[in-house]
C-alpha cells in the first residue's frame, strides 16, 4: 500500500476533496464502464465508514515508480503505476461502473496528516467492504510459451481443491508389476505446473500490506491476467494438497522432482477474519515481507493486531524510523504482561538503525525461509522452563534502556560456523554437523552411543533442541522412551540424500534438527557445557538465565561507566544450553539473581 513517492502526476486531483483527520471519510472511486481496450476514467467521492458504503477494494504490488500510465480521474489526465492501470482495465466491466477503494489513489500520499489518519482506518476499510480483488498481474511465460497462456494456471489448484489424488494428474502410470511413476516431461503436467509457480512468483506475495487486506476482507478473488480462482478456494486446495501428500499420496510425492514442488506463502494458510494477532506475532511473522516505507514494518500490521493491555498504537508518518521501532518493542514488552518470548528470534542488537539492543530491528531484510524456521522454534519455547516459572518486571531506566533481573550462568568459549539455510533445508548438512563434531572433540566415525548421558547423546540432544516430532506433527520434549530411536538415527549419520529429502528413517527427529539449529551456529561454554546460539554470539559473551524467560539468553558485556553499579550489556538473542533448559541451574542459584540493563 502506501509509499512515499507519489503515483499521481499534474495538478493535484485532491484539491477539492479534503478529508478531515477528525472525521471517518474516505474517498471512493467509480470505475466507469467500457470496452478493454478503451482509455480509463473514474471519479471520486467522499464518504463516510458509519454509512457502511458498499464497495470493494483492490491489493496489488504497487511496483516501479517509474513505470506509468495515463487515466482520467476527476475528467483530468494523471499518470499511475502500471500495475493499478492492469487490474482497472481488467476489472472494468462493458456495462456497468463499480465503485473501488484503491489505496494510491483514495489516499493523498503527499499530505502526512490525511495519510496517518487513512493508514489507521485501513483495517476498518478492508473489513467492511464486500470484497478484495488479489491482482497478481498478467501471466508472463518464459520463452514465448504462447501454449501456456491458454491453460489456467490456478489448474493445479483446482485439481486439489476438488480433492483429486496424485494419481489422478496428467502422466501418472503405474507398470504392468504396478510400479507407480510420473512422466516429467508431460506437457499437461508441466502446464500444471508452470502456471501456478508463474502465479506464485507475483510480487503481491512479497508486499507487507497485502497481509491485512487479503486476512480482514469478508471476501477474496486471485486475479491473474483473466483467469481467476477465490481465496478460499485457493485456501482449500493447499490444504488439501498438505494432506494428500502426507497421507494417501505420501508414496508418490517422492516421484515428483523437487522442481515441481514448492512452498505456499504463511498467508495461505492463516485464516480471515481473526480476532487479531498478538502485537509480537503479526510483527514477527510477517517481517520477511516487503514495503517501501521501513515504518510500515509497523503500520502495515496494526490492522491484524490485537492488544490488550499496551496504549493502542497509531500510524504516524511524522516519526522517524527509529521511534516507531521503539514504540512498537515497547508495546510488545507491555503486551508480553512479564514473558520474554519476545526477546527470541534475530533482529536484535542492529547497529543499522542505531536502536538498544533489545529493540528488534524489524527493517532488516529477511528471506522466507527464515521466518518458517524461526515460527517453529518459537513454538517450542513453552516446552522449556530454565527460569522456573517466574515472570520479569521490566523497567525502563531511560530512553534507550531496559532493566531486568538474572543470573549470569556460564560463559561463551568457542563458537563454530554457522547453520546456513538453503530453500527449505539447512545447507550441506552433513559437512556441517562433522564440523560441529570436531568442535565438541567428538569423532563422527566412532560408534554412536546414549550410555549414561555421554557426550554423545549430550551432542544429538542438543542439535535436536532435546525435542522430537509426534505422531500429530507437533513438535514436543524428547520422551525418555525416544532415546534409543534417536541414537539409532544418529548412527546413521552421515545422512543419505533420501533421509535428508524426506526423512524415511525416523521421521520424527530431522525436522526437529533442522527447526533446532537453522540459522544457528553451535558453541561451547567455559563450563563445557554445548548450546546453540546466534551467529553473531562472540567468544567472552555470557550466557544469561532472565526472569521471566523460558530459555537462555546470550548477552555481551559493555563497558559503560556511570553511576550504577548494574552490569550493562547487548542483547545477543535467545539460545539453547543443554542442561539448564529445565530451571536445574537456576533453582540452585536464585541467591544469585541480579539487576542486569540491557543498553
Not at 480509463?40 to 458504503?53: A, G, K, Y
Request: charge should be negative; aromatic fraction near 10%; proline fraction near 5%.
Amino acid at each position: 500500500m502506501t509509499q512515499d513517492s507519489s503515483q499521481l502526476s499534474a495538478v493535484s486531483p485532491y484539491r477539492h476533496s479534503y478529508l478531515s483527520p477528525d472525521s471517518r471519510d474516505i474517498r471512493l472511486l467509480t470505475l466507469q464502464s467500457g470496452a478493454f481496450n478503451d482509455e480509463i476514467r473514474c471519479s471520486t467521492r467522499i464518504v463516510s465508514l458509519d454509512i457502511d458504503p458498499v464497495y470493494e477494494t483492490i491489493s496489488y504490488a504497487w511496483g516501479s515508480p517509474q513505470d506509468t500510465k495515463p487515466i482520467f480521474l476527476d475528467g483530468q489526465e494523471v499518470y499511475v503505476r502500471i500495475s493499478l492501470e492492469l487490474v482497472l482495465r481488467h476489472l472494468r466491466k462493458p456495462d456497468q461502473s463499480l465503485l473501488l477503494w484503491a489505496d494510491a489513489i483514495c489516499i493523498n500520499q503527499k499530505n502526512v496528516t490525511e495519510k496517518s489518519h487513512q493508514v489507521s482506518m485501513m483495517g476498518e476499510i478492508y473489513s467492511k467492504c464486500q470484497r478484495v480483488y488479489i491482482w497478481l498481474g498478467v501471466p508472463d511465460f518464459p520463452h514465448g510459451d504462447k501454449n501456456q497462456i491458454a491453460v489456467n494456471p490456478f489448474g493445479l489448484a483446482e485439481h486439489f481443491a476438488d480433492d483429486k489424488h496424485y494419481s489422478e494428474l496428467p502422466g501418472y502410470a503405474t507398470s504392468p508389476s504396478g510400479d507407480a511413476s510420473f512422466d516429467l516431461e508431460n506437457a499437461s503436467f508441466q502446464n500444471l505446473w508452470k502456471g501456478l509457480r508463474a502465479a506464485l512468483a507475483s510480487p503481491w506475495w512479497t508486499r507487507l500490506w497485502c497481509v491485512q487486506e487479503v486476512l480482514l476482507s469478508p471476501k477474496a478473488l486471485l486475479l491473474f491476467g483473466h483467469w481467476s480462482i477465490s481465496w478460499d478456494r485457493f485456501r482449500s486446495a493447499a490444504f488439501k494438497q498438505g494432506r494428500h501428500q502426507t497421507e494417501c499420496c505420501s508414496h508418490l510425492v517422492p516421484l515428483v522432482a523437487l522442481q515441481f514442488q514448492f512452498r505456499l506463502d504463511d498467508l495461505v494458510y492463516d485464516a480471515r477474519k481473526q480476532p487479531g494477532f498478538p502485537l509480537d506475532s503479526a510483527l514477527r511473522r510477517y517481517r520477511y515481507k516487503k514495503c517501501e516505507d521501513p515504518r510500515d514494518k509497523v503500520f502495515a500490521l496494526l490492522g491484524v493486531a490485537k492488544m490488550l493491555k499496551a496504549p493502542k498504537l497509531q500510524p504516524d508518518y511524522s516519526c522517524v524510523l527509529q521511534e516507531v521501532l521503539i514504540k512498537a518493542m515497547e508495546a510488545v514488552v507491555l503486551e508480553a504482561d512479564g514473558d520474554l518470548a519476545c526477546f527470541t528470534g534475530t533482529g536484535f542488537n542492529s547497529y543499522q538503525r542505531e536502536l538498544p539492543t533489545w529493540v528488534r530491528d524489524l527493517s532488516l531484510e529477511l528471506d522466507g525461509q527464515t521466518i518458517p524456521f524461526e515460527g517453529s522454534r518459537l513454538k517450542t519455547y513453552t516446552l522449556y522452563n530454565s527460569s522456573c516459572h517466574t515472570i520479569s518486571r521490566p523497567q525502563r531506566r531511560n530512553r534507550h534502556q531496559l532493566v531486568l533481573q538474572g543470573i549470569n550462568v556460564d560463559i561463551v568459549q568457542q563458537v563454530g560456523e554457522p547453520a546456513r539455510i538453503e530453500g527449505v533445508a539447512v545447507h550441506d548438512l552433513n559437512t556441517l554437523l562433522k564440523e560441529w563434531h570436531r568442535l565438541v572433540g567428538l569423532d563422527h566415525h566412532n560408534r554412536v552411543s546414549f550410555a549414561s548421558n555421554s557426550n554423545q547423546e549430550v551432542f544429538w540432544r542438543t542439535l535436536t533442541g532435546d525435542t522430537s516430532y509426534n505422531n500429530k506433527d507437533r513438535l514436543i520434549r524428547l520422551p525418555t522412551s525416544e532415546l534409543k530411536g534417536c541414537e539409532e538415527w544418529a548412527s546413521e549419520f552421515p545422512f543419505s540424500a533420501m533421509e535428508m529429502v524426506h526423512s524415511v528413517l525416523h521421521p520424527q527427529f530431522l525436522p526437529a534438527l533442522e527447526v533446532a539449529v537453522a540459522g544457528r551456529a553451535m558453541f561451547i561454554t567455559q563450563k563445557g557445557r554445548i548450546g546453540l546460539c546466534e551467529p553473531t554470539t562472540k567468544v567472552g559473551d555470557e550466557v544469561w538465565i532472565l526472569e521471566g524467560g523460558r530459555v537462555p539468553f546470550i548477552l555481551r558485556p559493555l563497558k559503560v561507566h556511570g553511576q550504577d553499579s548494574s552490569p550493562h550489556h547487548a542483547l545477543i538473542g535467545d539460545c539453547y544450553l543443554h542442561g539448564v533448559m529445565d530451571g536445574e541451574v537456576f533453582e540452585e542459584s536464585r541467591h544469585l539473581v541480579q539487576e542486569v540493563v540491557l543498553d
